[in-house]
């Protein structure tokens, strides 16, 4: 069983900055390309960031590039996603995936991410 577990989402004021972490237990993380979605209020989920195996390549959504960071350290099964100068439009609960490309995938429960104006 592959387990994906997102943490470090919270409330922050906009300009702020939050670092949300990913752990992948059950499976042999190295194998899997990694990706960030969010879905706001009423909203569909969207694609937020993703990173490859190797974390050499990485992309990002156009609303977020600039200010999102995606990495990965393989040594701790751990993908992280660091957003800086937050806006409100950020809010979202943000899930993390394990081999994104694939159906299903592996997604976690999500984090709530809430940006005051």
């Known amino acids: 069983q592959v387990h994906v577990v997102e943490s470090g989402g919270g409330l922050v004021q906009a300009g702020g900055s939050l670092r949300l972490s990913c752990e992948v237990s059950?499976?042999?993380?190295?194998?899997?390309?990694m990706g960030w979605f969010r879905q706001g209020p009423g909203a569909e989920r969207e694609f937020v960031a993703a990173i490859s195996r190797s974390g050499d390549i990485a992309n990002y959504a156009d609303s977020v590039k600039g200010r999102f960071t995606i990495s990965r350290d393989n040594a701790k099964n751990t993908v992280y996603l660091q957003m800086n100068s937050l806006n409100p439009e950020d809010t979202a609960v943000y899930y993390c995936?394990?081999?994104?490309?694939?159906?299903?995938?592996?997604w976690g429960q999500g984090t709530q991410v809430t940006v005051s104006s």
């Open positions: 059950g499976g042999t993380f190295s194998r899997y390309a």
């Open positions: 995936a394990a081999d994104p490309h694939s159906s299903p995938g592996y």
